[in-house]
């Protein structure tokens, strides 16, 4: 099992930049794919980004690809995520969750994929 606590949430003006971080406890952080998912007021929880346990590769929503960016530290024990080019459809709360294994990039984007799963962090983008 994984524990999660992310940080790094804020407000900030559209077009800007925050990078989130979910630090990771538990003896299978290295081998645990991670994501990160978003959830908006009144809206379903939606996939975000995902990566490897090896960190070699890593899958985006539509919605972000080009402006976030996941990785992970190892030794840290963190995961990232550094997103640019925010606006206002990016106000959410962004939860970090842990897999048991990678299941295709499919899978990976449902909630049911994962085991483990943060408090979240607030992000707020004003326009």
């Known amino acids: 099992q994984v524990q999660l606590v992310e940080s790094g949430g804020g407000l900030v003006q559209a077009g800007g930049s925050l990078r989130l971080s979910c630090a990771a406890s538990?003896?299978?952080?290295?081998?645990?794919?991670m994501a990160w998912f978003r959830q908006a007021p009144g809206k379903e929880r939606e996939f975000v980004a995902a990566i490897r346990g090896t960190g070699a590769s890593a899958d985006y929503a539509d919605s972000v690809l080009g402006r976030f960016t996941i990785s992970r530290d190892i030794a840290e024990r963190r995961v990232f995520l550094q997103m640019n080019s925010l606006n206002f459809r990016d106000t959410a709360v962004y939860c970090c969750?842990?897999?048991?294994?990678?299941?295709?990039?499919?899978?990976?984007?449902?909630?049911?994929?994962?085991?483990?799963w943060g408090q979240g962090t607030q992000v707020a983008v004003a326009s």
């Open positions: 538990g003896r299978l952080f290295s081998s645990a794919p």
């Open positions: 969750a842990a897999s048991s294994h990678w299941s295709g990039i499919d899978s990976m984007q449902a909630v049911s994929a994962y085991v483990s």
